[in-house]
């Protein structure tokens, strides 16, 4: 096949594909799910609050897709499976899962409880699980699929104060090799994103403290925070048959924090 006859940027085109997202009506997972409209792609916007879902939604309704809101905590497997079934109902597929949704506590180990633990584990970890287990028999039928987990830096590297935080990440990095190589088979990509810092409404507590400042200045190469529309180059190409040959894949977007 000559050069000339690839397909080129086409690959990156989302027109008509169905898109998944948890945690989605705000920070990064908002500002995928606007990448993936602009891109053509039809989205559900999950979170557990409804009129925060609908707002965010609204905010989408220019790319001119197809977009909806869905309230559901991803922890709950009743409630996972309603999300699928609501999106099948709507749309007849689901072509694409990013798994959003997470929380941050920190602290030192000996003044976190073990509620403090579990709790985010409960969202990073399980509502990660159960979501992707929710749409797998859909995929499997379409024999296509795309899961995009959002791991962090700090599935990767470790970092002072972050114990629950980092061993949930850790294990979001661990799952997605796992259940990459267990639906490959299936023609389902499973890849995950490692975001680095970026100023979310999860970290603008820490925004202005001197142990952020060391943070950003020291281990980002960039030497700054990340702005959100800066994680939408990969959700779009992971979302994208640009990926096809992208299985178990951890992407790095953290302005070099890892690269040193």
């Known amino acids: 096949m000559s050069v000339a006859n690839l397909p080129g940027i086409k690959l990156f085109d989302l027109t008509g594909k169905v898109a998944v997202i948890t945690g989605g009506s705000k920070g990064l997972g908002l500002a995928m799910a606007a990448g993936l409209a602009s891109a053509g792609a039809d989205i559900v916007l999950v979170n557990r609050n409804a009129s925060d879902g609908e707002k965010s939604a609204e905010e989408l309704r220019p790319f001119g897709t197809r977009i909806h809101s869905f309230a559901a905590d991803i922890t709950s497997l009743e409630q996972t499976e309603a999300m699928v079934k609501f999106v099948v109902e709507t749309f007849g597929k689901i072509d694409i899962l990013i798994n959003s949704a997470g929380i941050n ?18 969202v990073n970890v399980n509502g990660t699980w159960l979501a992707s287990r929710a749409v797998t028999p859909v995929m499997k039928r379409q024999r296509s699929g795309k899961i995009i987990n959002l791991a962090s830096t700090l599935g990767l590297v470790g970092l002072a104060n972050r114990t629950p935080y980092t061993a ?11 259940l990459a190589m267990e639906l490959a088979p299936f023609n389902i990509n499973v890849n995950a994103i490692c975001p680095g810092p970026f100023l979310t409404e999860m970290n603008i507590p820490i925004a202005d403290s001197d142990e952020a400042r060391n943070i950003i ?5 960039l030497q700054r925070w990340g702005n959100l529309p800066e994680i939408q180059g990969a959700a779009i190409f992971l979302s994208s048959e640009a990926a096809n040959y992208m299985v178990g894949s951890i ?7 890892t690269a040193h």
């Open 217 to 221: 200045i020291g281990a980002t190469a």
């Open 168 to 178: 949930s990440k850790g294990a979001v990095v661990q799952m997605t090799r796992a």
């Open 251 to 257: 992407v790095t977007v953290d302005g070099g924090w």
């Open 105 to 122: 506590i920190r602290g030192p180990i000996d003044e976190l409880s073990p509620a403090d633990f579990n709790q985010v584990m409960d």
